[in-house]
Protein backbone atom coordinates (compact mmCIF):
# COMPACT_ATOMS: atom_id res chain seq x y z
CA UNK A 1 0.00 0.00 0.00
CA UNK A 2 1.20 3.69 -0.66
CA UNK A 3 2.42 5.29 1.98
CA UNK A 4 0.16 8.68 2.30
CA UNK A 5 0.55 12.14 4.56
CA UNK A 6 -1.81 15.19 5.16
CA UNK A 7 -0.56 17.90 2.41
CA UNK A 8 0.13 20.45 5.39
CA UNK A 9 2.60 18.38 7.09
CA UNK A 10 4.54 17.48 3.74
CA UNK A 11 4.91 21.26 3.01
CA UNK A 12 6.05 21.77 6.53
CA UNK A 13 8.36 18.70 6.71
CA UNK A 14 9.97 19.81 3.49
CA UNK A 15 10.94 23.06 4.44
CA UNK A 16 8.14 24.93 2.23
CA UNK A 17 6.99 26.78 5.28
CA UNK A 18 8.27 27.31 8.63
CA UNK A 19 5.45 26.09 10.24
CA UNK A 20 2.72 23.69 10.12
CA UNK A 21 0.09 26.29 11.20
CA UNK A 22 1.81 28.84 8.00
CA UNK A 23 1.37 25.22 5.76
CA UNK A 24 -1.92 24.69 7.04
CA UNK A 25 -3.15 28.57 6.45
CA UNK A 26 -1.79 28.69 3.30
CA UNK A 27 -4.22 25.39 2.42
CA UNK A 28 -7.11 27.48 4.02
CA UNK A 29 -6.61 30.26 1.86
CA UNK A 30 -6.57 28.38 -1.21
CA UNK A 31 -2.58 28.51 -1.67
CA UNK A 32 -2.00 25.11 -2.25
CA UNK A 33 -3.64 23.48 -5.11
CA UNK A 34 -3.62 19.69 -7.27
CA UNK A 35 -4.44 20.53 -10.63
CA UNK A 36 -7.26 22.32 -10.98
CA UNK A 37 -8.32 21.87 -7.49
CA UNK A 38 -7.58 23.67 -4.43
CA UNK A 39 -6.33 21.26 -1.21
CA UNK A 40 -7.82 21.06 1.96
CA UNK A 41 -4.56 20.51 4.82
CA UNK A 42 -6.10 17.02 5.26
CA UNK A 43 -5.77 15.85 1.91
CA UNK A 44 -3.48 12.90 1.54
CA UNK A 45 -0.85 13.18 -0.78
CA UNK A 46 0.76 9.84 -2.65
CA UNK A 47 4.14 9.62 -4.27
CA UNK A 48 3.81 11.12 -8.04
CA UNK A 49 1.47 14.29 -6.96
CA UNK A 50 2.17 17.19 -8.33
CA UNK A 51 1.00 20.11 -6.32
CA UNK A 52 1.09 23.90 -6.67
CA UNK A 53 2.27 26.34 -3.37
CA UNK A 54 1.76 29.87 -3.74
CA UNK A 55 3.72 31.90 -1.26
CA UNK A 56 4.83 35.42 -0.88
CA UNK A 57 3.49 36.07 -4.54
CA UNK A 58 5.22 33.09 -5.97
CA UNK A 59 4.11 29.85 -7.45
CA UNK A 60 6.01 26.86 -6.75
CA UNK A 61 5.99 23.59 -8.22
CA UNK A 62 6.89 20.31 -6.34
CA UNK A 63 6.41 16.56 -7.33
CA UNK A 64 6.45 14.18 -3.96
CA UNK A 65 9.06 11.90 -4.36
CA UNK A 66 8.92 10.73 -0.64
CA UNK A 67 6.21 11.49 1.20
CA UNK A 68 7.53 12.14 5.04
CA UNK A 69 5.50 13.21 7.70
CA UNK A 70 8.19 14.41 10.25
CA UNK A 71 10.79 17.75 9.98
CA UNK A 72 14.03 16.57 8.20
CA UNK A 73 17.25 18.25 7.74
CA UNK A 74 17.37 20.28 4.71
CA UNK A 75 19.93 18.11 2.85
CA UNK A 76 17.25 14.96 3.20
CA UNK A 77 14.25 16.91 2.71
CA UNK A 78 15.60 17.92 -0.87
CA UNK A 79 15.48 14.30 -1.69
CA UNK A 80 11.44 13.95 -0.86
CA UNK A 81 10.60 16.07 -3.28
CA UNK A 82 11.19 17.36 -7.30
CA UNK A 83 11.41 21.14 -8.13
CA UNK A 84 8.78 21.62 -11.32
CA UNK A 85 8.91 25.29 -11.24
CA UNK A 86 9.48 27.01 -14.39
CA UNK A 87 12.53 28.91 -14.84
CA UNK A 88 11.10 32.78 -14.84
CA UNK A 89 9.06 32.01 -11.60
CA UNK A 90 12.15 30.66 -10.06
CA UNK A 91 14.16 33.98 -11.71
CA UNK A 92 11.46 36.33 -10.02
CA UNK A 93 11.79 34.83 -6.70
CA UNK A 94 15.63 34.82 -6.46
CA UNK A 95 16.12 38.21 -7.85
CA UNK A 96 13.40 39.48 -5.14
CA UNK A 97 14.80 37.27 -2.55
CA UNK A 98 18.46 38.58 -3.11
CA UNK A 99 16.69 42.45 -3.22
CA UNK A 100 16.27 41.78 0.38
CA UNK A 101 12.34 40.50 0.49
CA UNK A 102 11.07 43.49 -0.86
CA UNK A 103 13.40 45.99 1.19
CA UNK A 104 15.99 48.29 -0.10
CA UNK A 105 18.90 46.45 -0.90
CA UNK A 106 22.14 46.95 0.93
CA UNK A 107 25.85 44.53 0.13
CA UNK A 108 27.36 42.56 2.73
CA UNK A 109 29.27 44.61 5.38
CA UNK A 110 27.61 47.90 4.48
CA UNK A 111 26.02 47.79 7.65
CA UNK A 112 23.40 50.71 8.27
CA UNK A 113 22.83 53.49 6.67
CA UNK A 114 23.93 56.50 7.91
CA UNK A 115 21.62 59.51 9.08
CA UNK A 116 22.39 61.55 5.61
CA UNK A 117 21.51 58.26 3.57
CA UNK A 118 18.51 57.78 5.39
CA UNK A 119 17.33 61.22 4.40
CA UNK A 120 18.25 60.46 1.05
CA UNK A 121 16.43 57.16 0.72
CA UNK A 122 13.24 58.77 2.39
CA UNK A 123 13.54 61.65 -0.34
CA UNK A 124 13.42 59.16 -2.80
CA UNK A 125 10.72 57.71 -1.12
CA UNK A 126 8.47 60.37 -1.03
CA UNK A 127 9.89 61.34 -4.73
CA UNK A 128 8.13 58.10 -5.86
CA UNK A 129 4.72 58.27 -4.22
Known amino acids: ?50 ITARKEGFNRVYKVIQPISKRVGAKIAVDCYEELTPKEELQKYESW ?14 GRPTKKERREIDEFKDFES
Open 1 to 50: MAKKVRVDKWLWSIRVFKTRTQATAACKKGHVSLGDSILKPSYLLVEGDV
Open 97 to 110: FLAGKGNEYRSKGE
